[in-house]
C-alpha cells in the first residue's frame, strides 16, 4: 500500500471508528509520552504535511532560540483508545520528529532506535525483543501512605487477588490496541503485577511498551487505583523489573541466528558475541536502563534484581539468562537481560543494548564462562577471581560510568547524551541535597 493509500485508509477508518478526536504522541528523552490533540477534521493535513510544534518546550529537544519543529504521524500506528467513547472517541497515532528542513531530528528518541536498527540490518540482522514490565497496583487513600492493592503473591489464584481483573481489562484493552499479550500474573511482592508481550520487531516493542504504560494507568484509574512503574516503591520487598527478551533474525525475520544445534546452550558464535558485548558494556548501559535515582535501591543483593556482571541459564542472580531451548522451538533461542526496569525510556533501552550486542559482534567478542551458582553467594575473592563486575550502585556512579562508554554515548547520539545526562544530574543533585525521614529518625538525637 503507498503512503497516499495508507493516508486514506487511516482517514475512513478513523471515521468507520466515530473517532472525534486524534492525539499525535512524541516521547520525550526521559520517556514521558507528549501528545498535540486535534479534532478529527484536521486528520487529513496533519497526515500530508506533519503538525508544528514548540521543540522547547519537549524536554531534550530544543532550545529556545531553534524551537521551530514538526511532527510526521506514522500512519502504522493509528489506534482508537479503547476506554475512551462518545463524543470524546479518541485515537492516538505516534510521530516521529523532524527539524524545519525536514531532516529526521538527532534528539528524537525512537529515530535514535531507528538509527540502530538501520545499522543492523546494514549487517544482515533484524534484532527482536520481547518485554516483561512489572508494575505496582495501590489503592487510592487521601491524607494517607497508599497502601498495595491485594495481599496475593506470586502466581497465586485466590479471592485475595483483587486485581485479577484489573489485570484482564488490562489485557483487553491492549488486545484492542493491537498489542499481543501472551500471559499476566501476580507477580513477587505484594501488589505487584506483570503482563508480557508477543515478541516483535524492536520499534514495534518499544511503541507497544510507551502504550502500555497508558494504557496501565487509565485502566487502574477507571478501577479507583493507582499504577507505578517506580522500580523500587516500597522497601523491603521486591522492585519492579522489565526484564528484556532479545534475538537476531535474518532480515526476513524467519531465520534466528542465535540457534545453533551443536552447542550445550543451543547458542550460536554470532550470541555469544552479542551477549560478550553486552556484558562488557553493561555497566555503561545502566544509565540508560536503570535510569532514576531510585532504580538503584531496586539492583540490590536478595531480592532477585541483577547485581553482577555475568551470564547462566538457571541462574536467576545473573545479569543476563539464556532460557531453556525446547525441541522444536528454534524461533525462540533467546538471551534475557534483567537489568532494565520501567522507568526507562523503551526507544533508548533498545537502541542502546542493540549497540552493546552490535559491539560485541563486530569486535568478535568471547563470552566468559557460565555462573550457574547463586552469585550472590560468591565471596570478593571469588569475584575478583573469576572476573564478575558489579553494576553501579547508583545513578551517580551510572552516570560516570555512561560519559566513558563512547559505544553508548555514540549510540545514544551526541544531542540526546548531552541532555540525558543533563536532566540525570539535575536529578542527583535534586535527590543528594534532600533530608529524609530516614536521617532526621536516625541523626536527629544521638548525633
Same mark, same amino acid.
Given at each position: ?9 487511516? &482517514? ?5 471508528? /466515530? ?26 493535513? $496533519? &497526515? ?42 479518541? $485515537? ?14 538527532? @534528539? ?44 496475593? /503473591?506470586?502466581?497465586? +489464584? ?5 486485581? =485479577?481483573?484489573?489485570?484482564?481489562? !488490562? ?6 490496541? @493491537? ?10 511482592? !505484594? ?14 516493542? $518499544? ?17 479507583? &487505583? ?13 522492585? =519492579? ?5 532479545? =534475538?537476531? +533474525? ?26 560478550? @558485548? ?23 543483593? @536478595? ?57 560485541? !559482534? ?10 550457574? *551458582? =547463586?552469585?550472590?553467594? &560468591? ?13 553501579? /550502585? ?8 555512561? *560519559? ?6 555514540? $549510540? ?36
Amino acid at each position: 500500500m503507498s503512503l497516499s493509500d495508507s493516508r486514506k485508509h487511516v &482517514l475512513e477508518q478513523a471515521q468507520a471508528d /466515530g473517532v472525534q478526536f486524534v492525539s499525535l504522541q512524541l516521547t520525550d528523552m526521559v520517556g514521558a509520552t507528549k501528545n498535540i490533540t486535534i479534532p478529527l477534521h484536521k486528520l487529513g493535513e $496533519a &497526515l500530508e504535511h506533519g503538525i508544528w510544534f514548540d521543540g522547547s518546550s519537549v524536554q531534550g529537544f530544543a532550545r529556545i532560540y531553534e524551537s521551530d519543529m514538526f511532527m510526521i504521524p506514522d500512519v502504522t500506528t493509528y489506534r482508537v483508545l479503547p476506554w475512551t467513547e462518545g463524543d470524546h472517541r479518541l $485515537a492516538r497515532i505516534i510521530c516521529d520528529a523532524y527539524t524545519p528542513d525536514g531532516e529526521p531530528f538527532q @534528539g528524537d528518541p525512537r529515530g535514535v532506535l531507528k538509527r540502530q536498527l538501520k545499522r543492523a540490518e546494514a549487517l544482515g540482522l533484524r534484532y527482536t525483543t520481547s518485554s516483561e514490565p512489572e508494575f505496582f497496583l495501590f489503592r487510592k487513600q487521601d491524607g494517607a501512605e497508599p497502601v498495595p492493592h491485594d495481599v496475593a /503473591g506470586y502466581f497465586d +489464584f485466590s479471592p485475595r487477588d483483587l486485581a =485479577s481483573a484489573v489485570r484482564q481489562d !488490562i489485557i483487553l484493552a491492549l488486545g484492542a490496541l @493491537g498489542i499481543d499479550v501472551e500471559r499476566g500474573h501476580h507477580e513477587v511482592a !505484594i501488589g505487584q503485577h506483570e503482563i508480557n508481550f508477543r515478541y516483535a520487531d524492536a520499534l514495534t516493542s $518499544a511503541d507497544a511498551l510507551m502504550t502500555f504504560k497508558y494504557t496501565v494507568k487509565a485502566i487502574a484509574q477507571a478501577h479507583d &487505583l493507582y499504577a507505578t512503574f517506580m522500580p523500587k516503591p516500597i522497601a523491603g520487598i521486591n522492585g =519492579s523489573g522489565m526484564h528484556t527478551h532479545q =534475538s537476531l +533474525f535474518d532480515p526476513k525475520g524467519e531465520t534466528n541466528l542465535f540457534y545453533d544445534a551443536h552447542d550445550a546452550y543451543h547458542f550460536s558464535p554470532l550470541a555469544y558475541n552479542f551477549l560478550a @558485548g553486552q556484558l562488557a558494556h553493561a555497566r555503561g548501559l545502566a544509565a540508560v536502563v536503570a535510569p532514576t535515582v531510585n532504580s538503584y535501591k531496586r539492583l540490590v543483593p @536478595g531480592f532477585e534484581a541483577p547485581v553482577y556482571v555475568c551470564w547462566g541459564q538457571i541462574n536467576r542472580s545473573a545479569l543476563m539468562r539464556i532460557p531453556r531451548y525446547s525441541k522444536g522451538r528454534e524461533k525462540s533461542t533467546r538471551m534475557e537481560l534483567r537489568c532494565p526496569d520501567p522507568s526507562g525510556n523503551p526507544y533508548l533501552v533498545l537502541a542502546v543494548m542493540l549497540a552493546a550486542g552490535l559491539d560485541g !559482534i563486530e569486535r568478535k567478542l568471547q563470552a566468559p564462562p557460565p555462573i550457574e *551458582e =547463586s552469585a550472590y553467594e &560468591l565471596t570478593e575473592a571469588d569475584l575478583r577471581e573469576r572476573s564478575i563486575g558489579v553494576l553501579p /550502585g547508583s545513578l551517580d556512579e551510572a552516570l560516570q560510568e555512561l *560519559e566513558r562508554d563512547q559505544v553508548v554515548r555514540d $549510540a545514544l547520539g551526541e544531542h540526546v547524551y548531552k541532555g540525558f545526562v543533563r536532566a540525570k544530574r539535575r536529578e542527583w543533585d535534586d535527590y543528594r541535597l534532600q533530608v529524609t525521614a530516614w536521617e532526621r529518625a536516625r541523626y536527629f538525637e544521638v548525633v
